[in-house]
């Protein structure tokens, strides 16, 4: 009987140690950041591309979900801005990105914003936010976060802790071994700028990743009485306090944790943050508890777009007129924040864009 | 609940484990099979608990017929002519008849209405096995002597989602002994061992090899043109997961019943290996092939009524064995296609005899592994046009051709040295094909027979557990869980 013990505990203790050095075992950042290739969630590697080997200038990025990035058309903006001669104090032209990735989690903006922070110098980053701060971790955490990361992460309460900490030692053997042969799994060694998808990637019109379009173009007007339906069912469903009031920080804990860790980089590097105020259709006007945002920047509140029912392709995402009033919008709403890093100069031409985008979209075919 | 989830492993097992042993050390055998009914119940209903009832309504429906079959004398024909016809029109209703319905709407333009009900998992198990049993019981006017053994016989949950189909004259005297003292290490060694085996085929090997396998079927079914070296990497990708996959989830449920001091019948043994498709049906499914053959092929006729009487009865029992995997004209395609392969076997044996030799092995494998994976294709694929291009593109018609990703050809490379020169994993418990079911707890077993030191097999183990769990996240379904 103690010998199938003892046998059984020498498994235990091989696999044990198995699962802790596949956790240690080391692999190109690169890769890692290209390596999530499903739908949208693929522009993590444009994402790191654009912060690593795009010399083009990153003066303003939006982080968000995809409210930010179905609403917002980065190059557009930066045009805007030119138009109404918003330049940097230096005068230089302002170059806006959108970093935005859909679904919802604080913890992957931390991740971005780290990222951006910590390579490129910015002047403004715009934090998308809600009616109220999402309980939820982003389900791509675990494919872009450091190991630290990943051991570190608040466990109370934290719906994605023991998830994400179970996927670690498949995540590090997998990056480990396409980081042997990148090109073997479809992925770049280095940066190719004739594989890219361009300084800006405008989702606004049609969703895409490298070159394939997933969405037809984005002009669906969702049918008002529908519109008014779905919101309403949404609002009804709404529950700020899952665990009662009482429990409110403990219930965002997790939010709290990873906004306020940006909000400090943000300070540390002297960085500037606006927040943009950009809910589903048919949400309150205003956050429900605005304490976190409070003296830590401005925030625009597109209220006249959010109103308007023929700019919504369904009840949380702006269709492409509604983006392209929101684009606007937030151009002409920009000088009024009183940025210390933006001044107004007579009005001049648009900045240079960086890598032009690719020319032609391919249909996503399955 | 799959036996490659978080949850299997390291909440339901536990505590059913605890719970039986804790009974069977203290000799209460009925507590700790009603442990078992319950956990197995539990275990069925995790996924959609609507069909509980069906199940155990069907349970309690077999056992009373086969009651009256063993009693009721002037009935008993009757008896057992309707426990048969329920048990088909039960499976017929819940996977047929949307299928039926639909064709006859096609061709005749009827407009028969579809009920689109979710499939009762293991139906096309639990209804074979126990057709069998009434089978025998009408036989032999012998029934279970008891609910509980019968319900186990049925219901636990080892075998119950996808195999083997046991049958009850080896199943109904373990369960009988089944719940007192203590049992062997040795037995729960080699299930722990054999389980871990089987877990590391499914979640390593048939998992990444669907990764592979997939992509191509789906782009076949979207209507792209696949290139020659595209179709058969997938086609070859699908026929190692689909080995590995049934072979893991044979493992698993075989390691999981020895756990319980139960011993499964072999279903699976290295079929890849097999020399010819006579072999490969010895190998591959190995209960369903013997249920087929006793339940269908026999009563057909078998080989009674001469040669073209064999061969035709091959083909239609093949084809309905096709037809079980699933309600769809590609399995019926695959399953008439191995029919076919049968015929043509037995008619080259007829003509040549037997080939003997080294260099025949080696063909007759070659021969048979690749008829295999060419009718896997039309099993997998969505619809008959996605297998019709998928078969056109392995043959050369398909499109530009484009190299295979170098992981997806070391993976099946791997998985061919795997399934072609290693020895199974029941062959290394050394797990014995056929046994007396009174010796069951009795015989030994060793996890591992390879001739190196025990520290080692259980370090190599504990290496594969832990590949596995790491893969567990994300399970795969297992592709039996489908019939």
Redesign the interface.
């Known amino acids: ?1 103690w ?2 013990f ?3 505990g ?10 802790a050095a ?1 956790v240690l075992l080391p692999h190109d950042r690169y890769v890692r950041w290209q390596a999530m290739k499903v739908e949208a969630f693929a522009r993590l590697g444009w994402i790191y591309e654009r912060i690593h080997f795009d010399p083009t200038p990153i003066d303003i990025a939006f982080i968000g979900t995809s409210h930010t990035l179905n609403g917002v058309d980065a190059e557009a903006f930066e045009r805007h801005l030119a138009a109404a001669g918003m330049r940097g104090r230096d005068g230089a032209c302002l170059h806006a990105v959108n970093l935005a990735i859909p679904s919802y989690g604080r913890n992957l903006h931390w991740i971005l914003a780290r990222e951006l922070l910590s390579h490129r110098r910015i002047r403004t980053l715009v934090i998308e936010i809600f009616e109220n701060e999402t309980r939820k971790a982003h389900p791509l955490f675990i494919s872009v976060a450091d190991v630290g990361d990943v051991l570190s992460a608040p466990a109370l309460i934290n719906l994605n802790y023991l ?1 994400d900490l ?2 670690l ?2 995540r590090q ?1 997998s990056l480990w ?1 396409k980081s042997q ?1 990148p090109r ?3 992925l770049k060694e280095t940066m190719d700028f004739t594989d890219y998808d361009g300084s800006n990637v405008d989702n606004t019109r049609v969703v895409n990743v490298g070159g394939i379009a997933l969405t037809p173009v984005r002009d669906h007007v969702m049918d008002p009485a529908r519109l008014d339906a779905e919101a309403s069912a949404l609002m009804t469903e709404k529950n700020l306090h899952m665990l009662g009031g009482r429990f409110h920080d403990m219930e965002y804990a997790v939010p709290t944790y990873y906004l306020g860790r940006i909000l400090e980089l943000a300070r540390e590097k002297g960085v500037e943050v606006v927040f943009l105020y950009l809910p589903g259709y048919g949400k309150p006007a205003r956050p429900a508890d605005d304490r976190l945002y409070r003296g830590a920047g401005a925030t625009i509140f597109p209220d006249e777009v959010l109103a308007r029912r023929e700019y919504w392709t369904d009840v949380n995402h702006l269709n492409l007129h509604g983006a392209a009033h929101l684009t606007r919008l937030l151009a002409e709403r920009w000088a009024g924040l009183g940025l210390s890093g933006t001044a107004a100069f007579p009005a001049g031409p648009a900045c240079a864009p960086g890598y032009s985008p690719r020319p032609l979209l391919k249909a996503a ?2 | 609940m799959l036996f490659n989830s978080a949850e299997f492993i390291f909440f339901f097992l536990p505590i059913v484990i605890s719970l039986y042993w804790a009974m069977r050390l203290r000799s209460r055998g009925n507590a700790a099979k009603l442990v078992l009914v319950g956990s197995s119940l539990v275990f069925y209903g995790w996924w959609d608990p609507r069909y509980v009832p069906v199940m155990i309504l069907t349970v309690c429906v077999n056992y009373a017929v086969s009651i009256l079959i063993e009693r009721d004398d002037k009935r008993r024909m009757i008896w057992f002519a309707g426990a048969i016809a329920a048990n088909l029109g039960l499976l017929s209703f819940f996977k047929y008849y949307d299928f039926a319905a639909t064709n006859l709407n096609n061709h005749f333009g009827w407009s028969i209405t579809l009920h689109h009900f979710a499939l009762p998992l293991a139906i096309s198990f639990f209804t074979f096995q126990q057709i069998a049993y009434i089978v025998e019981v009408y036989k032999d006017r012998k029934a279970a002597d008891s609910f509980i053994d019968y319900s186990l016989f049925v219901m636990f949950f080892p075998h119950l989602i996808a195999g083997p189909i046991t049958h009850h004259k080896e199943m109904l005297p373990q369960f009988k002994k089944a719940g007192h003292g203590a049992l062997p290490p040795a037995v729960a060694a080699a299930g722990l061992a054999v389980f871990v085996i089987g877990l590391a085929k499914k979640v390593v090997v048939a998992d990444t090899l669907a990764t592979f396998a997939d992509p191509a079927f789906a782009a076949a079914g979207a209507g792209r043109a696949l290139s020659a070296a595209s179709a058969w990497t997938g086609s070859l990708a699908y026929a190692f997961q689909i080995y590995f996959d049934f072979s893991g989830y044979s493992d698993m449920a075989i390691g999981l019943a020895l756990l319980f001091g139960i011993r499964l019948p072999v279903n699976f043994a290295s079929p890849y290996k097999a020399t010819s498709i006579i072999d490969f049906w010895r190998r591959w499914h190995i209960s369903l092939s013997r249920f087929l053959r006793a339940y269908l092929y026999i009563p057909l006729g078998g080989n009674r009524h001469g040669t073209v009487r064999q061969y035709a009865n091959l083909f239609a029992t093949m084809a309905i064995g096709g037809l079980w995997h699933g309600a769809g004209w590609t399995f019926i395609a695959w399953g008439a296609l191995h029919g076919l392969y049968l015929v043509v076997n037995h008619g080259w044996r007829r003509v040549f005899g037997e080939a003997h030799g080294r260099a025949a092995t080696l063909l007759g494998r070659a021969a048979t592994f690749a008829a295999v994976v060419v009718a896997w294709v039309p099993f997998r694929a969505p619809t008959g046009d996605a297998a019709t291009a998928m078969l056109a593109a392995m043959a050369g018609f398909g499109g530009a051709s484009a190299s295979p990703s170098g992981p997806a050809l070391a993976s099946i490379a791997a998985a061919a040295a795997m399934a072609f020169l290693a020895p199974n994993s029941l062959e290394l418990a050394a797990y014995r094909q056929r046994l007396a079911p009174a010796a069951a707890e009795a015989a030994p077993l060793a996890p591992c027979r390879l001739r190196i030191p025990r520290p080692v097999a259980a370090a190599a183990l504990g290496a594969a557990a832990a590949l596995a769990l790491a893969m567990l996240p994300d399970p795969g379904v297992f592709l039996y869980f489908n019939f």
């Open positions: 009987m010998r199938v003892r046998l059984v020498i498994g235990a203790a091989v696999a044990l140690a198995a699962l596949m998830h179970a996927r030692p498949f053997l071994a042969s073997s799994w479809g075919t399955n």
